[in-house]
T-cell receptor, first 112, second 119 residues
Framework: GNSVTQMEGPVTLSEEAFLTINCTYT??????LFWYVQYPGEGLQLLLK???ADDKGSNKGFEATYRKETTSFHLEKGSVQVSDSAVYFC???????????WGAGTKLIIKP | DADVTQTPRNRITKTGKRIMLECSQT?????MYWYRQDPGLGLRLIYY???????NKGEISDGYSVSRQAQAKFSLSLESAIPNQTALYFC??????????????????FGPGTRLTVL
C-alpha cells in the first residue's frame, strides 16, 4: 500500500546546527511530495513541495529533493533557529485520488 | 481574521454524548476535509467533501458523520462519543481549480484544531 515513514522524534539540536529529518515513501505511480510544519498550538502549514523526480522544494531556508531512486524526500536546513521548533510532517499525494497520506510527524526541538 | 476557523477549540465531554465540531472558511475553496491527529500516527482522514453535494468517507469514518451546510461550512459529528475518539481534530480546505502546476491546487489550508477529550 501507499505509506510515508519519518524518523522518530523528538530531534533535539542546538541553534545553528544542521538539520536533517528523514522521510521515505512507498507509493504506486508518481506522487507529489510535501513537507508541512505545525507550530505549537497551530494548524499545519505547507512548508515546501515537489511534484516530480529530482525537483527541489525550498522555503524559509528548508530544502528537500524528490529522490525517486531512493523513494525519499529528506528535509534539510543548514542552520536552525529556536523559532524552527515545531512538528514536521512529510506527506504524499497520489494523482489517482488526490488524497494526502501522512507520516507520523517528527518533533523538532531547538535549544538556544 | 483566520481563513479557516474551528469551533470549539477545546471540548471535554462524556462517553455517549453527541458532539459537533464546526469548521468555517473564507477562502472560497470547494474542497473541505476533516482529519484526526493522534500522537505517533500523524493525520488520518475522516471525511472529505468536494462540494455541497459530494461527501466521501475517508480512512476512519466509523463513529463519525458530517454535514456540508454550505460551501463555507463543514461540520463533523460524533453521534455517541467514546474515549478512543479523544484526539486533536483538524479541518482543512483546498481549491480544486488551478491545474497541476498551481501551488494553490496542491496545498491544503488547515484550521487551528479542536482538542476533544472524551471521558
Amino acid at each position: 500500500g501507499n505509506s510515508v515513514t519519518q524518523m522518530e522524534g523528538p530531534v533535539t539540536l542546538s541553534e545553528e546546527a544542521f538539520l536533517t529529518i528523514n522521510c521515505t515513501y512507498t507509493a504506486t505511480g508518481y506522487p507529489s511530495l510535501f513537507w508541512y510544519v505545525q507550530y505549537p498550538g497551530e494548524g499545519l502549514q505547507l512548508l515546501l513541495k515537489a511534484t516530480k523526480a529530482d525537483d527541489k522544494g525550498s522555503n524559509k531556508g528548508f530544502e528537500a529533493t524528490y529522490r525517486k531512486e531512493t523513494t525519499s524526500f529528506h528535509l534539510e536546513k543548514g542552520s536552525v533557529q529556536v523559532s524552527d521548533s515545531a512538528v514536521y510532517f512529510c506527506a504524499l499525494r497520489l494523482d489517482s485520488n488526490y488524497q494526502l497520506i501522512w507520516g507520523a510527524g517528527t518533533k523538532l526541538i531547538i535549544k538556544p | 481574521d483566520a481563513d479557516v476557523t474551528q469551533t470549539p477549540r477545546n471540548r471535554i465531554t462524556k462517553t455517549g454524548k453527541r458532539i459537533m465540531l464546526e469548521c468555517s472558511q473564507t477562502k472560497g475553496h470547494d474542497r473541505m476535509y476533516w482529519y484526526r491527529q493522534d500522537p505517533g500516527l500523524g493525520l488520518r482522514l475522516i471525511y472529505y467533501s468536494f462540494d455541497v453535494k459530494d461527501i466521501n468517507k475517508g480512512e476512519i469514518s466509523d463513529g463519525y458523520s458530517v454535514s456540508r451546510q454550505a460551501q463555507a461550512k463543514f461540520s463533523l459529528s460524533l453521534e455517541s462519543a467514546i474515549p478512543n475518539q479523544t484526539a486533536l481534530y483538524f479541518c482543512a480546505t483546498r481549491t480544486g481549480t488551478g491545474g497541476m502546476t498551481s501551488g494553490a491546487y496542491n496545498e491544503q489550508f488547515f484550521g487551528p484544531g479542536t482538542r476533544l477529550t472524551v471521558l
